[in-house]
């Protein structure tokens, strides 16, 4: 099964508080998680809309960004949460791999990638990450 509701309800001001996705961690999940997130920021939107239209954007590339590095560097299942906060939105991914992300140098000449963590940052208002013997949380707090 690629996704896995732990919990969920209707959408709306307050209801993305304990919403959460388990995904297996392949490949095919990193579109998941985005869709899901896309879809459940969208009815958010016409429920209360972000300050800005770019908020909704910023939170499904982060969404993304965090699936993709979860599959690429912590095989193995994880999970995506979102929650909506007083001014913003609180998206945290738990996955598998205790080690905590590093930014890498980018070069567009190589094809590797390496702005993701950096593009993460940017639109972030906070970046934490927690990690403990099993794997880590990734905590990432966004304007709305």
């Known amino acids: 099964m690629a996704t896995e509701p732990l919990r969920n309800g209707d959408v709306g001001p307050g209801a993305l508080?304990?919403?959460?996705?388990?995904?297996?961690?392949?490949?095919?999940?990193?579109?998941?998680?985005?869709?899901?997130?896309?879809?459940?920021?969208?009815?958010?939107?016409?429920?209360?809309?972000?300050?800005?239209?770019?908020?909704?954007?910023?939170?499904?590339?982060?969404?993304?960004?965090?699936?993709?590095?979860?599959?690429?560097?912590a095989p193995g299942p994880f999970v995506l949460r979102l929650r909506r906060t007083y001014d913003g939105v609180h998206v945290s991914l738990r996955d598998s791999s205790p080690r905590p992300p590093a930014p890498r140098p980018f070069n567009p000449a190589s094809g590797t990638g390496g702005i993701g963590w950096h593009l993460i940052h940017a639109l972030a208002d906070q970046v934490s990450v927690v990690p403990d013997g099993e794997g880590k949380d990734v905590h990432v707090f966004l304007p709305w």
Do not use: I, K, M, S
């Not at 959460?20 to 998680?33: E, H, M, P």
């Not at 016409?46 to 969404?63: I, M, N, Q, S, T």
């Open 17 to 73: 508080d304990n919403l959460a996705l388990r995904f297996d961690g392949d490949l095919g999940d990193v579109t998941r998680a985005r869709l899901a997130a896309l879809d459940l920021l969208g009815a958010l939107a016409r429920a209360d809309p972000p300050r800005a239209a770019e908020h909704l954007d910023d939170v499904v590339l982060v969404v993304a960004e965090l699936a993709a590095n979860a599959v690429q560097y």
